[in-house]
């Protein structure tokens, strides 16, 4: 339950103090909120290239390569992920990944022993792993981009909409009591003037 309003001065220099910070840090978020827009929107552009490039080596791969069809010859573990190093970026405090470097490792085989066609298979499978790890954390930046807009854009609205209109609505209540109150306090002590006046003229009279 929100604690009732003063009407009094000090409560008018908290209120105002705050509708102070509240304007000074706003337009860093909205600040933050754009870059962050920004970004993801390169993020969603790389995601959909790479999703696009990836579908399309596919594509020319199975095309190009009808005869990976057949069992007899064994492909399974001829081409592998060794490492894959991934990195951090700090945006507006919102950590993206990025990544680093890819090992794709290849095992050894006898070009005697093995068709021709599986030299294109293995440079195939080493272009999809790459695809595939990059867009992977192209959609993850994707998503932890979207994530924070949402955070941001929340807090954006906070200030606007409830904490910045609050303190606004706040100070006007203040100052409409404390102008009530001089006015109240100026009639007052106009009253006070008056029947101390008539006093001093009836004692003056009952002197006579």
Do not use: C
Not at 92 to 107: F, H, K, M, Y
């Amino acid at each position: 339950m929100a604690a009732k309003l003063a009407l009094n001065k000090s409560s008018l220099s908290r209120e105002s103090t705050q509708l102070s910070e509240y304007r000074r840090f706003l337009p860093s978020l909205e600040l933050k909120r754009l870059q962050i827009m920004s970004e993801r929107a390169k993020a969603r552009e790389s995601a959909a290239r790479l999703e696009a490039d990836y579908e399309a080596r596919f594509a020319e791969l199975a095309a190009s390569l009808p005869m990976l069809a057949n069992d007899d010859v064994p492909l399974e573990g001829l081409v592998s992920v060794k490492n894959v190093e991934r990195g951090e970026q700090n945006l507006s405090g919102t950590r993206l990944p990025t990544l680093e470097n890819v090992e794709i490792e290849t095992q050894d085989y006898s070009l005697l022993a093995r068709p021709h066609w599986v030299d294109a298979y293995v440079r195939g499978m080493q272009d999809l792993l790459r695809l595939s790890l990059e867009r992977d954390v192209a959609h993850e930046r994707l998503r932890t981009l979207v994530e924070a807009e949402a955070v941001i854009s929340r807090r954006v609205n906070l200030f606007e909409k409830v904490l910045i209109p609050r303190a606004e609505r706040n100070i006007r209540k203040i100052r409409m009591a404390l102008a009530d109150a001089e006015r109240d306090a100026v009639v007052r002590a106009k009253i006070s003037k008056r029947k101390t006046a008539a006093r001093g003229a009836d004692r003056e009279v009952a002197e006579l």
